[in-house]
Structure formats: C-alpha cells, structure tokens
C-alpha cells in the first residue's frame, strides 16, 4: 500500500481506498487495451493459441479453481468457497450492466489461463496440484495484462468478502464474523439492491 493508498484509507475508511484502487486499475486496463489497438491478447504472447472453444461453464470452473488457490479456507478463517465468491462474481457480473467489460475481461482471461496450464503443466488448470498453480498464476502474473486480470479477481475476492449477503456472497455475514465488523442498519432488501437503484 502506497503512503497515499494509508493517507486515503486513514481519512476515509478502506470502502474509499478500495473504490479509488478499483478506479486505477480500471483505468490502467483500458490504457494497456488503447496501447494494443483495443486488443489485450496482444499484450500477452501466450494468448495467440488460447482455446476459444472453451465454453463459460469450463471458464467458470477455471475461475472458481483461481479463487479458492487465491483465498484458500482455513479452519478458523472462512476462503473463496466459504464466502461463496463465484456466486457474487456471477451475480455482480449478470447484475450490474457497468460491469460488461469486467465480465469479458474475467472469462476471456479464464481461457488464456487454461491455456497456459496446459502449456507450463501439460494439463487442465483444474488437474494440476497447488504448486503447479501457483506456477502457472506466477508467470501469468509476469506480463501487465496478466497481472491486471489477477488484480481484477482479488478485487471482486475482496467484495465477496465485505459485501451484503444480499449481493450473493458473504453467506449470513461469514466475511463480517471473521473481520469482526459490524455492518450498517437497515440491509438492503432484494428489490433495494445497488443494482436496483441504478435503474430507476
């Protein structure tokens, strides 16, 4: 975290931070998709053979397999699964029509992951063990483009994590218990969601 990243946080609670951090890397992306001509597999040489074939329910498995690698479970402390993160991407993503470009971003990144485990591991992402996943995610960590993908799902992790249950993660406040946060009164009903309200 930067001393501006603590200076924001201190000022105005991490809610601030984390919508200013989602903003910069936004913004970062569509300068690296500007500079590739309004393509991203040109940043990444190893995206020229990803499978296009690879349909969104193979991509979806892909992500989850990501997220519980990222935010493994604990016996004290609850992981991607626990706070049922593929839920609130999926709900956010299917929601909120901001968030289009997210969705194609994240899925078409799920392909060129597969990709490039069957490459380094000669196998789907899904067979191989914890080591050769960290050293799949480490060198799609190495290119700007990879590494802008990866942030983009720790990003939507951490939402999971501090979001109303409303929204499809956090089931019955379990990210709120392990933070030991107590949420703001009253919580948004259904049709009262941020989704909701953006329509009207």
Same mark, same amino acid.
């Given at each position: 975290?930067?001393?501006?990243?603590?200076?924001?946080?201190?000022?105005?609670?991490?809610?601030?931070?984390?919508?200013?951090?989602?903003?910069?890397?936004?913004?970062?992306?569509?300068?690296?998709?500007?500079?590739?001509?309004?393509?991203?597999?040109?940043?990444?040489?190893?995206?020229?053979?990803?499978?296009?074939?690879?349909?969104?329910?193979?991509?979806?498995?892909?992500?989850?397999?990501?997220?519980?690698?990222?935010?493994?479970?604990?016996?004290?402390?609850?992981?991607?699964?626990?706070?049922?993160?593929?839920?609130?991407?999926?709900?956010?993503?299917?929601?909120?029509?901001?968030?289009?470009?997210?969705?194609?971003?994240?899925?078409? =990144?799920?392909?060129?992951?597969?990709?490039?485990?069957?490459?380094?591991?000669?196998?789907?992402?899904?067979?191989?063990?914890?080591?050769?996943?960290?050293?799949?995610?480490?060198?799609?960590?190495?290119?700007?483009? =990879?590494?802008?993908?990866?942030?983009?799902?720790?990003?939507?992790?951490?939402?999971?994590?501090?979001?109303?249950?409303?929204?499809? =993660?956090?089931?019955?406040?379990? =990210?709120?218990?392990?933070?030991?946060?107590?949420?703001?009164?009253?919580?948004?009903?259904?049709?009262?969601?941020?989704?909701?309200?953006?329509?009207?």
């Amino acid at each position: 975290m930067t001393r501006h990243d603590k200076r924001l946080t201190e000022a105005t609670g991490p809610q601030a931070w984390l919508a200013e951090w989602h903003g910069r890397l936004l913004s970062r992306r569509r300068f690296l998709l500007q500079l590739a001509g309004g393509s991203v597999a040109a940043l990444l040489p190893w995206t020229a053979s990803a499978d296009p074939e690879l349909n969104d329910a193979a991509r979806w498995q892909v992500l989850d397999r990501v997220q519980q690698h990222l935010f493994p479970g604990e016996p004290d402390a609850p992981g991607a699964q626990e706070i049922r993160a593929l839920d609130y991407l999926k709900f956010t993503l299917a929601n909120d029509p901001r968030k289009a470009e997210d969705g194609r971003f994240i899925l078409q =990144g799920a392909g060129w992951l597969e990709d490039m485990a069957r490459r380094l591991g000669q196998a789907s992402f899904l067979a191989l063990d914890e080591e050769r996943r960290e050293l799949v995610l480490r060198e799609i960590e190495k290119s700007e483009a =990879g590494s802008n993908w990866l942030s983009l799902i720790l990003l939507y992790l951490i939402e999971s994590l501090l979001a109303d249950p409303v929204y499809g =993660g956090n089931p019955d406040g379990v =990210g709120w218990r392990w933070l030991a946060h107590i949420p703001g009164f009253p919580h948004p009903p259904p049709d009262k969601r941020y989704m909701e309200l953006q329509k009207l």
